[in-house]
């Protein structure tokens, strides 16, 4: 009975730090542009309206995340879509220098995490009970 209760406890604690590491689109926005203004050295008028552009920009990506109709492979056009519109945007902002430096960031940034959604965990698990039968 004590392992089971410690096990559960362990349980909650593990979804507590699971859900501590999401960020909102405020968040993403602030730390893209902070990188982006000592990248690509932006005046005050530059950051000010890729700053508009990037919370935008998070907020459709989130929005696009939590959409639980849309399948993961649609989401990740959606988002890339989304970015290339930005990345447009920002693009026309920039001096010459800062569209190099800039096209380099974008090659460099990390696609955005998209978490399963139980709609793709139930998939993997039915595919795996699957696989199992066969090998009997």
């Known amino acids: 009975m004590k392992k089971l209760f410690l096990a559960g406890i362990g349980f909650f604690l593990a979804m ?10 405020e968040e993403n926005a ?3 542009v902070t ?25 459709a990506i ?9 399948k993961v492979d649609l989401k990740k056009e959606n988002i890339a879509k989304i970015q290339g519109e930005s990345d447009n945007k920002i693009a026309q ?10 096209q380099k960031y974008v090659t ?3 696609p ?16 795996n009970g699957q696989s199992n039968q066969q090998q009997q």
Not at 62 to 70: E, F, H, L, N
Not at 112 to 127: L, Y
């Open 35 to 59: 990188e982006l203004v000592t990248k690509l050295t932006l005046n005050d008028e530059q950051k000010t309206a890729v700053s508009t552009i990037v919370l935008d920009q998070e907020k």
């Open 108 to 110: 460099e940034r990390p």
């Open 16 to 25: 507590g730090l699971t859900f501590a590491q999401q960020t909102t689109p």
């Open 112 to 127: 955005v995490n998209i978490p399963a959604t139980q709609e793709t965990t139930e998939q993997k698990e039915s595919g």
């Open 62 to 70: 989130a929005a696009v995340i939590q959409d639980s109709t849309t």
């Open 30 to 32: 602030t730390k893209v």
């Open 93 to 102: 902002l920039l001096t010459d220098e800062q569209k190099v430096a800039y």
